[in-house]
C-alpha cells in the first residue's frame, strides 16, 4: 500500500472507535460531528475492506480483524506521538496545559493539595482537573480519558498493565474524639471491637482498610459507614472509633478535634499509593515533567 495516498489521521479515528465503542462518542472526542465521523468509518471500511465495526443495540461490536488490529494501531500511535515530541521543548514557566488526574479525596488533600499551590507560581500555565475514583478508574486510564491515575497499589490488580511509579507509603492509626471517655492514650483490641465504629468507603465500594479487617476476621461494631475523606470530622462530640491514614491525620487533626493512635491489629499493613499512565504519554516532555514533579514531591514529603 502506497502510505502517500493514505490519511494516517484515519488510525486516529479507528483508536477512538475502538476504545468508545460509539460513532457519537468518538466523534466528540474527534471534535467532529457524527456525519463527519460516520463518513470517516466508511473511509475505514474501504481501506481495510471490512466492516470493522457491527451495530448491536446503541453501540458498536468490533469484527474479528478490527480486534486483530486494536493493539498494531495503538502501538503505531504511540511511537509516532513519541518521535514527534522528541524535538518539542517544554518549559513549565511559559507552558499553558491542562492535565487530568483521578485521584480521591484523601490523594487530593494530603498529596495533590502542595502540589497545586507549588504550580501557582513554578508553573501558572499548567491546570490540573483532579476527578474523584470511580468504580471505573482502570478503564478510565485505559481509554486515555485521563493523564494520571493516582491510586493505592492494593486497589489495582492490573497495575502492571500500565507504566507506574510508587509514591509513597502510607499506614493507618486510630482516630477518636479527642476528649473521648472511654479511649486514652491508647486503645485495647477489645475496645477495638465493641465501641461504636465509623466504617469507611471508597465510591460504592468498601475501603482498604475494612477489607484488611475483614480479611484479618476483626470484628467492629459498626454505626455508620460514609467516605472515608470525611470520616475524621464526623466524630467530634461521639464515642465513635475509626481507621484513618497517618497522611491524613497529621493535617486534620487539629481542626477536626481528633486523638490518633496506634491500632491494635498487629498485622495491619499500609498502602502503597502510584501512579499509573499509558504508553501513549510516556514519551510526552509534558507528561514527563509532571510526574517528575510528583516523584520529586514525594520524597520531600517523606523526608519532611
Known sequence: MDLRRVDLNLLVAFDLLITEGS??????????????????????????????????GR??????LTESLAEPVRDLLTHAEAVLSQGSQFDPATANRTFSVIANDYVT??????????????????RLHIFPTGDDFADQ????????????????????????????????????DEDHPDVGDTITAEQFSTLPYLATSSGHLRSLAEMQLDFLG???????????????FLLKGTRLITLIHERLADQVRETAGLKVMEPPIPRLQPITEIMLWTKRTDGDKAHQWLRQRLLDLAQELDDH
Open 23 to 56: 460513532v457519537s462518542r468518538a466523534a466528540a472526542r474527534m471534535s467532529v460531528g457524527q456525519p463527519a465521523m460516520s463518513a470517516i468509518l466508511g473511509r475505514l471500511r474501504k481501506l481495510f475492506g471490512d466492516p470493522l465495526f457491527i451495530r448491536e
Open 59 to 64: 453501540g458498536l461490536v468490533a469484527t474479528p
Open 109 to 126: 488533600m494530603t498529596f495533590l493539595h502542595p502540589l497545586l499551590a507549588r504550580l501557582t507560581s513554578e508553573a501558572p500555565g499548567i
Open 141 to 176: 486510564l485505559r481509554r486515555n480519558l485521563v493523564d494520571l491515575l493516582i491510586v493505592p497499589r492494593e486497589a489495582m490488580e492490573v497495575h502492571a498493565d500500565f507504566p507506574h511509579h510508587v509514591l509513597y507509603r502510607d499506614r493507618y492509626l486510630v482516630a477518636v
Open 218 to 232: 476483626v470484628p467492629r461494631n459498626v454505626e455508620i459507614t460514609t467516605a472515608f475523606g470525611v470520616a475524621p
